[in-house]
């Protein structure tokens, strides 16, 4: 299993469900590639201390976790992956580490082409929706596109006669169903809260506000994606 981190100068938004806002912001992505099956995970960090990194390993094994899948060994460059608190969570569950040289980032080659497409197929969508919709799309919304990318690309076909990555990682022949997939950044009808509560609204009144599209959201099915309101 390859790992590495994506940093950005530009900070990502953090988006919230409910709540007081938050002044977090994305600075980091730590990106995990399976070599086996070319499936990817995507964690996203307010910081790249070794709190938060472990904080993405954990994330990323409970997922795996749920497909049946147990992770044995990593590859991974210097950086936070070799600290303590990184270490002794790798040992404590009978895992293995092996590091690049110093300055042989090629070592690690699969992680680091996988941060290269993933960015330039989230530049692609984030430029794209800019261009359609400039006054509400910017680029603090590149958290999101990197997500869609990933989405994208995690549960397509690399071809007609072939699975798409997410199959080969669970080793199942079946497809997943991505009919709801709508495009990033592309504006999004929804239905008023009065509405959706089955409330009465005034007639000629608008039932529907406009939001932005951010792609599948983590948390529900594959049919409810995330909106920006």
Same mark, same amino acid.
């Given at each position: 299993m390859a790992v590495d981190q994506l940093e950005s100068s530009i900070p990502g938004f953090k988006g919230q469900m409910t709540?007081?806002?938050?002044?977090?912001?994305?600075?980091?992505?730590?990106?995990?590639?399976d070599h086996a099956s070319?499936?990817?995970?995507?964690?996203?960090?307010?910081?790249?201390?070794s709190e938060e990194t472990?904080? #993405?390993?954990?994330?990323?094994?409970? !997922?795996?976790? #749920?497909?049946?899948?147990?992770?044995?060994?990593?590859?991974?460059?210097?950086? %936070?992956?070799?600290?303590?608190?990184f270490s002794k969570s790798i040992e404590e569950k009978g895992q293995t580490i092996s590091f690049c040289g110093v300055g042989a980032h090629h070592q690690n080659g699969i992680a680091e082409k996988k941060i290269g497409d993933l960015q330039r197929r989230a530049t692609a969508l984030l430029l794209n929706a800019q261009r359609r919709w400039s006054d509400a799309i910017n680029t603090h919304l590149w958290t999101y596109a990197i997500r869609a990318a990933y989405d994208s %690309? *995690?549960?397509?076909?690399?071809?007609?006669?072939? *699975? !798409?990555?997410? #199959? %080969?990682? !669970?080793?199942?022949?079946?497809?997943?169903?991505?009919?709801?997939?709508?495009?990033?950044? !592309?504006?999004?009808s929804m239905l008023q809260k009065e509405h959706q509560d089955h409330k009465k609204i005034r007639k000629w009144s608008d039932r529907t506000r406009i939001g932005i599209n951010l792609g599948y959201s983590s948390r529900h099915a594959l049919s409810v994606s995330l909106i920006l309101n």
């Open positions: 709540g007081k806002l938050t002044n977090q912001h994305i600075v980091a992505s730590t990106i995990y590639v070319d499936l990817s995970y995507v964690y996203h960090q307010t910081s790249i201390t472990l904080k #993405s390993m954990l994330a990323f094994e409970k !997922c795996a976790a #749920s497909h049946g899948i147990n992770i044995k060994h990593y590859q991974a460059d210097n950086g %936070r992956f070799k600290d303590k608190l %690309r *995690t549960y397509a076909p690399t071809n007609e006669n072939d *699975t !798409c990555p997410m #199959s %080969r990682f !669970c080793n199942t022949a079946s497809l997943p169903t991505i009919q709801n997939q709508y495009h990033f950044g !592309c504006p999004t």
